[in-house]
């Protein structure tokens, strides 16, 4: 069956530091999605990749959809304090019309 | 405005008990969906609707039941609700084929 891995499993890193986190999966998809979870509450969609090989950049925020279509990355530059929370990839293929949740990356910021 | 709306937003209750909980969405989407979430781990899909007459399960559908009553609404009820089923409980709509999806604000429910 399908596996997809998320990592790492948590971050502790000080203010103002890069962090890059990244999921592999066994099968192609067509679309990367990014989330991130604040504490308490629901998860909100900060990227979304729909080519291999493209790269999209939200503020602070970069994510790339892998050239082999089974990967991606997110990076976050200059980490502040309200980014933290959990970060999740939810990669979607489209003609299975399947979607899965990664396992989540929980980043902590410390000031 | 909310625009995806759960209620209640807490709830505890006893083994057993028969619980509903409701969501309500005004962003006219299609595409409707229930997850649990347990602490420190993602979310795992319950049930989805992708309009007012398709249901379908998900990846951990047992001891769950969903009603889409209308479009913007869509009800998950426990018959018999059990302590493992104590969770942070999430609503969820989407509006297209790349499943970019807007999440309620979430359910925590507890049984004792």
């Known amino acids: 069956g399908q596996q997809l891995n998320q990592s790492p499993q948590s971050m502790f890193i000080q203010e103002g530091e890069d962090v890059s986190m990244n999921c592999t999966s066994s099968?192609?998809?067509?679309?990367w999605l990014w989330y991130k979870q604040d504490p308490g509450e629901g998860p909100v969609l900060l990227i979304a990749?729909?080519?291999?090989?493209e790269l999209t950049s939200n503020g602070r925020l970069t994510a790339q959809f892998g050239i082999t279509r089974k990967d991606s990355f997110l990076n976050i530059s200059a980490s502040i304090p309200s980014d933290v929370g959990i970060y999740f990839c939810?990669?979607?293929?489209?003609?299975?019309?399947?979607?899965?949740f990664g396992t989540g990356t929980s980043l902590t910021v410390i000031p | 405005d909310a625009d995806v709306t759960q209620t209640p937003r807490n709830r505890i209750t006893k083994t057993g008990k028969r619980i509903m909980l409701e969501c309500s969405q005004t962003?006219?989407?299609?595409?409707m969906y229930w997850y649990r979430q347990d602490p420190g781990l993602g979310l795992r899909l319950i049930y989805y609707?992708?309009?007012?007459?398709?249901?379908n399960k998900g990846e951990i559908s047992d001891g769950y039941s969903v009603s889409r009553q209308a479009q913007a609404k869509f009800s998950l009820s426990l018959e018999s609700a059990i302590p493992n089923q104590t969770a942070l409980y999430f609503c969820?709509?989407?509006?297209?084929?790349?499943?970019?999806?807007?999440f309620g604000p979430g359910t925590r429910l507890t049984v004792l």
């Open positions: 099968s192609i998809f067509n679309t």
């Open positions: 609707s992708f309009d007012v007459k398709d249901i």
């Open positions: 990749l729909y080519k291999a090989g």
């Open positions: 969820a709509t989407s509006r297209g084929r790349y499943n970019e999806q807007f």
């Open positions: 962003k006219g989407h299609d595409r």
């Open positions: 939810v990669p979607v293929s489209l003609h299975r019309n399947q979607f899965y």
